[in-house]
């Protein structure tokens, strides 16, 4: 619902904004050759700083960062409490074939390499690998947003100076009328480069700062489910374990502060 009401706030103030900018400017002097080659020339820059294929794979996502993430969702939870379960009483065939249910794919991975016979060091090496591979994936998707907010202001004034350039190259042949739209023609360049910087790439890689940092923490806490599950441990256990992480107050503490005070609580 939270999401949904961001997103409704969002739009709304781009269409202001895009109002504003039409009845000031007047949609007859929109600059689409200045949009191109911002759009264009900030696309190129990042392709040259980051190889294409980083940029491209960003682009195809773009729209899944605007919808929320929960990370893993109660029912792999639940999944994930009937394979302990059935490992704990010994039935591994009958785990095995529970956690191929579980539809997060870092749970299911860290639940199959659980289920065989590998020992607890080489398990928590295997997790943290995983997260630490995740977090390099977001931090270049997030040089990647900020390149770009870096570019396009750039590009918006290299359009505004190709502007300017042939206004100077026609200023003895027009009138004052024609100079007047000629800047105005110009400066859009300018203001199409901070519209995308400001109100696009930047606060999309603050998002994503955002949703990795979610992200990392609920990585976190399943793998400390994920190494109970490991040792045998109750799925009672696991199960508040897991719970916590969406219990309020406690769940901006770190996973093992909290693994730590869930056991002292059920010891007392």
Known sequence: MRAKLYFVLATLGAMTIAALVIVKVGPASINLPGLLLV??????ASVIGHSPQPVLNLLRRVPALFREQDGAETGDHKTFLHVADRYRRGDIRGAERTATDIRDSFLRGGTRLALDPHNGEELGRMLQWRMRQQKEADNNDIRILRTMATFAPAFGMLGTLLGLIALLG???QSGLEYIGVAMGFALMSTLYGLLLANLLFRPLALKLEDRSRKQLLQMNFLSDAIMMLHER????LIGELMNSLH????????PSQIHARFLQRMRA
């Open 39 to 44: 759009l264009g020339g900030t696309l190129m």
């Open 170 to 172: 026609a200023l003895g």
């Open 233 to 236: 441990q109750h799925p009672v």
């Open 247 to 254: 219990s309020g107050p406690a769940a901006e503490l770190p």
